[in-house]
T-cell receptor, first 112, second 114 residues
Framework: TQLLEQSPQFLSIQEGENLTVYCNSSSVFSSLQWYRQEPGEGPVLLVTVVTGGEVKKLKRLTFQFGDARKDSSLHITAAQPGDTGLYLCAGERASGTYKYIFGTGTRLKVLA | NAGVMQNPRHLVRRRGQEARLRCSPMKGHSHVYWYRQLPEEGLKFMVYLQKENIIDESGMPKERFSAEFPKEGPSILRIQQVVRGDSAAYFC????????????FGPGTRLLVL
């Protein structure tokens, strides 16, 4: 059973465009993380959101945790080729359980 | 500070052989987690270890797979009698403590079973 659905699965855009990727679940999570993974490497943590409705900004990236803590979005403004990668969300079902459930990812390609 | 190190980065095995994957956590980290990533899929939790203890192995297949994290040396994920379905990228992550700590991932070992 896939608890975290990410959409879209694939996204190819031109440099300078904006985009939003989504992470949805029917389950409630105590926290949710977003990672970026480049080919041949491990995931690198971008942000952790904990509170329902929380918004965090990281330069051109804006992360939002849904009010009910079941979903999250990642918005990238003015995408650059360096943003290319696999974006993974991971939810923690209960605080301190350490077992993060990962989504299948959104594979983003930004064309120069 | 060196990050999480995994070796080998690539491993090719024939069916029936054994695969040993090593993970050296970041300095000062005593918690290690192993994940498996199949092509076009997200990471799936396999096992969580502290030094000399397996805390949770609920994500690890009961047969052929084992993991250890000795007092000295790296954590080892061992797969005996590998089958083609074991081909995947295996990642380990480490953290300094269990609760509410960021997990730092290594670069992974890509296992190919012929």
């Amino acid at each position: 059973t896939q608890l975290l659905e990410q959409s879209p699965q694939f996204l190819s855009i031109q440099e300078g465009e904006n985009l939003t990727v989504y992470c949805n679940s029917s389950s409630v999570f105590s926290s949710l993380q977003w990672y970026r993974q480049e080919p041949g490497e491990g995931p690198v943590l971008l942000v952790t959101v904990v509170t329902g409705g929380e918004v965090k900004k990281l330069k051109r990236l804006t992360f939002q945790f849904g009010d009910a803590r079941k979903d999250s979005s990642l918005h990238i403004t003015a995408a650059q080729p360096g943003d290319t990668g696999l974006y993974l969300c991971a939810g923690e079902r209960a605080s301190g359980t350490y077992k993060y459930i990962f989504g299948t990812g959104t594979r983003l390609k930004v064309l120069a | 500070n060196a990050g999480v190190m995994q070796n080998p980065r690539h491993l090719v095995r024939r069916r029936g052989q054994e695969a040993r994957l090593r993970c050296s956590p970041m300095k000062g980290h005593s918690h290690v987690y192993w994940y498996r990533q199949l092509p076009e899929e997200g990471l799936k939790f396999m096992v969580y270890l502290q030094k000399e203890n397996i805390i949770d192995e609920s994500g690890m297949p009961k047969e052929r797979f084992s993991a250890e994290f000795p007092k000295e040396g790296p954590s080892i994920l061992r797969i005996q009698q590998v089958v083609r379905g074991d081909s995947a990228a295996y990642f380990c992550a480490s953290s300094p403590a269990r609760v509410e700590e960021t997990q730092y991932f290594g670069p992974g070992t890509r296992l190919l079973v012929l």
